[in-house]
């Protein structure tokens, strides 16, 4: 079955990078785009970027300069990568697959919390 | 950017009544409209995709509905195991995908 996992640190410190795996498994990253949604603690989700099946990909202007995000087809794994971090980009970060079209998103990972605090 | 804006924030209501949430865009998104629910110290689960069309496996006391900028997801005979967040999203005009601000659903 279709399955996604994130993981990371859960610690990190202001003004340094964030880095994530996730690893998905029920489906190929060659097929299906793979994206990453932010939820602060408390508050709503937020749509940071994608790894397109197709190996391109889009940001979020708003974090466009300080993200990255990139794949391992041989490791069904898709990598985030953001520098810069504040006390804001404390949050649970998902990766989710993309639907139909990449319109939606019909299977999410349980998410992993990351705080960003010294 | 397309703006979502979801009514009410938060909600309750008794068990087996029907409750409706509503959503806003910004502009016309011709039915790219999504549904999540959001159950406590969960991840989003699809319930709705193009305004109004089923996922896989989700009760049919859930339905979505709407048109141009106005959009609504409606739960008939509310159970215990509907407590959840609810968020719309839009997909019409992407990047970036862009999601309402949520409606927290509580039992009265």
């Known amino acids: 079955q279709v399955q996604l996992k994130e993981s ?3 610690l990190v410190q202001p003004s ?8 998905v498994s029920g489906f ?3 097929d299906y785009s793979v994206h990453w949604v932010r939820q602060p603690p408390g508050k709503g989700l937020e749509w940071m970027g994608r790894m397109k099946y197709d190996g391109d990909t889009y940001y979020n202007s708003a974090l466009k300069s300080r993200l990255s995000i990139s794949r391992d087809t041989s490791k069904s794994q898709v990598f985030l990568k953001m520098n810069s971090l504040q006390t804001e980009d404390t949050a649970i970060y998902y990766c989710t697959r993309g639907g139909e079209l990449d319109w939606y998103f019909d299977f999410w990972g349980p998410g992993t919390m990351v705080t960003v605090s010294s | 950017d397309i703006q979502m ?9 008794s068990l087996g009544e029907t409750v409706t949430i509503e959503c806003r865009a910004s502009e016309d998104i011709y039915n790219g409209l999504a549904w999540y629910q959001q159950k406590p110290g969960k991840s989003p689960q699809l319930l709705i995709y193009n305004a109004n069309s089923l996922h896989t496996g989700v009760p049919s006391r859930f339905s979505g509905s709407g048109s141009g900028t106005q959009y609504s997801l409606k739960i008939n005979s509310l159970q215990s195991e509907d407590v959840a967040s609810y968020f719309c999203q839009q997909y019409y005009d992407y990047p970036p995908y862009t999601f309402g601000a949520g409606t927290k659903l509580e039992l009265k």
């Open chain 1, 8 to 10: 990371g640190p859960g």
């Open chain 2, 5 to 13: 804006t979801q009514s009410p924030a938060s909600l309750s209501a």
């Open chain 1, 16 to 23: 340094q990078t964030l880095s994530l795996t996730c690893t």
């Open chain 1, 28 to 30: 190929s990253l060659m």
